[in-house]
C-alpha cells in the first residue's frame, strides 16, 4: 500500500476495523508484558536477586531476551507494584520500616 493511501478517507466499516486491529494488538502487548513481569518476579526470587543491585536491568534484559530499556520499565513497573501493595515494607531487606523505640538518653554536658 502506498504511504500516500493512509491519508485517504475509509469508511466507517474500514475504521472500525483498523481501531478493532490496534485493540486487539495492544492487548497482545499488555498480556505479553503481564507475563514477562511476572516472569521478573519469580526470577528474581529463584536467583534471591533484589530490585537494586547492579546490574539487574541487564541481568533480566538478558534472560528474557529483552532490551536493556525495556529490562527498566520492568524493574520499575515491579518496585511501584510492591510498594503500592505493601508500602510498610522495605524492597532491600523485607523489614516493616518501622525501626524500634531507643530509650531516650541522659544527655551529658
Partial sequence: MDRT???????????FRRAGGRRRYNAQRREAALVRRQRL??????????????????????????????ARRDLRWVEEQLIAAAPDICLCCGGTGRLPRQPARAKSW
Fill in 5 to 15: 493511501a493512509w491519508a485517504q478517507p475509509v469508511s466507517n466499516e474500514e475504521a
Fill in 41 to 70: 518476579l519469580q526470577a528474581l526470587l529463584a536467583e534471591r536477586r533484589s530490585l537494586y543491585d547492579r546490574g539487574t536491568a541487564r541481568w533480566w534484559s538478558a534472560c528474557a531476551g529483552i532490551s536493556v530499556s525495556t
